[in-house]
């Protein structure tokens, strides 16, 4: 089936939300906050603050709220041999021109490289690179010998340190059109080089705001709509586009409709659904996803499907399914790092291959890299993703207050034995006259009516009287005693 896409970008003052569509259908959401822009691309002058040498890594102050980390592995050296210790290649105060590769996660900083590196619409400047290079997605080679000549000679006539690399966008482009891309990308990197010797500047290069960098790098030949809804970031992008993808330009839209644009193709409903654990397959059956901090983990479920020939039927089927709908959850939630998928269990070898196929073939969509592992003896699957931003739920949730994160919470019935133990250790410790229970309202009714038999022998035990009192604002797991 052909590929058609269609691109909804959202400006609100406080932030911009950009939504992918493929053949009708939400594919990948990107949100972008004022306050929390990415920080992926931009470049720094930074100061080393701290050597690690026990991780082979080092703290790097970039004027970021945080400071950042840089791996011995993520550190170019002009020196032969190249030292292999953090501690030879690095030493404290020392300045150091860096670039951001990873945003700050959870309670981690940036992660930084020094192999800096600068996109175009076609191209990718690397100022330390030897050679030209061109995406493994060309596989023409006809087409790759043309475009590594187009390369190569810039290079040579304008004396440039330095090499490119064509992304997968510059096949069949127009020569004039790849010089245009190779003068922009120069100019820049010029420019970085001139703001290096400023003594305060800490900020060398800012990637593109979100709205802008999606005609950078998302905009192919498939794209046959990009819909605006706000009159000054039309403008900006349409002028953009005029510079570097004048192609394009006919296919840019001002969306002034008083429907707000995220209801086209149900967008805002897409997103809320994102936000759930549990997706329901149309066969019946249903993923659960749960992200942790060392990975993600997606178990299928045939739930209510059964199969017309057997059960062997109905977990292929459902497997099936489910590998079609992980590729889009996992672009539509932004999941990254290692994602470990557990399929039904197959007994055909030529079914699991199947699956593992319809992985592969869906995620080759995917604007992100991703790898994937042989299915197991166990059913699972190992892939990874790889992860520069922060998940969709990661931008707009944070942990539950009652419950800090792990889903879920003691009930009524626990915290009541809790407090039964409470006390009967408080009133052993300390001579009062009385006890007053403040819980939540779940748990007084509990101590009421289930608990009440146990209250009444414990009030007798203890030979203390207990007074019980609600505290709207405290949660199920959440109680004081006070002593009378």
Request: aromatic share 6%.
């Amino acid at each position: 089936m052909t590929m058609s896409e269609e691109i909804l970008i959202n400006i609100t003052p406080p932030e911009t939300r950009v939504a992918l569509i493929e053949n009708g259908v939400v594919q990948e959401i990107l949100i972008e906050r004022v306050k929390a822009r990415g920080l992926v691309g931009n470049i720094y002058k930074g100061k080393v603050c701290r050597i690690l040498p026990g991780m082979q890594a080092a703290f790097i102050d970039a004027g970021l709220e945080r400071a950042a980390f840089l791996h011995a592995s993520d550190i170019l050296s002009c020196k032969e041999p190249k030292p292999t210790l953090i501690e030879q290649m690095l030493h404290d105060s020392q300045e150091i021109i860096v670039q951001v590769v990873k945003d700050p996660m959870g309670s981690k900083g940036a992660r930084l490289t020094t192999n800096l590196s600068i996109p175009s619409r076609y191209l990718v400047y690397i100022p330390s690179l030897c050679n030209n290079g061109i995406s493994q997605k060309i596989d023409n080679d006809e087409e790759r010998k043309r475009l590594k000549n187009i390369l190569s000679s810039y290079i040579t006539e304008n004396n440039l340190t330095g090499g490119f690399i064509a992304r997968t966008a510059a096949e069949g482009i127009k020569e004039s059109d790849l010089i245009s891309d190779m003068h922009y990308l120069s100019r820049l990197w010029n420019s970085i080089q001139t703001r290096k010797k400023e003594p305060k500047t800490k900020l060398l290069h800012e990637d593109l705001p979100l709205a802008i960098r999606v005609f950078r790098d998302w905009i192919g030949p498939e794209v046959e709509r990009i819909k605006v809804d706000s009159r000054s970031t039309f403008k900006k992008a349409t002028e953009f586009a005029t510079k570097l993808i004048p192609e394009i330009l006919d296919r840019i839209e001002y969306y002034p409709g008083e429907r707000p644009i995220f209801d086209l193709y149900s967008v805002e409903d897409e997103i809320q659904k994102a936000l759930q654990r549990k997706v329901d397959l149309k066969s019946g059956g249903h993923l659960v996803l749960d992200q942790t901090e060392a990975m993600t983990t997606i178990d299928i479920n045939t739930g209510g499907f059964v199969g017309h020939l057997n059960l062997e039927d109905t977990i292929f089927k459902t497997n099936l399914e489910a590998a079609q709908a992980i590729c889009r959850q996992l672009r539509l939630r932004n999941l990254g790092g290692i994602i470990i998928i557990d399929f039904i269990d197959m007994q055909e070898e030529e079914h699991k291959r199947q699956v593992l196929r319809a992985l592969e073939k869906c995620l080759a969509h995917d604007h992100a890299k991703t790898q994937i592992s042989e299915v197991s003896s166990l059913g699972l699957v190992q892939m990874t993703r790889k992860r520069t931003r922060e998940s969709l739920e990661h931008v707009l949730c944070e942990p539950c207050p009652c419950c800090n994160g792990s889903g879920s919470l003691k009930t009524a019935e626990t915290t009541c034995y809790e407090i039964f133990r409470e006390l009967i250790r408080e009133s052993r410790q300390f001579d009062v006259k009385e006890l007053l229970v403040l819980a939540s309202q779940e748990v007084i009714d509990q101590l009421l009516d289930e608990e009440s038999n146990n209250l009444a022998e414990l009030e007798d035990f203890i030979d203390r009287p207990i007074r019980l009192q609600v505290e709207v604002l405290y949660t199920q797991e959440q109680y004081d005693i006070v002593l009378i």
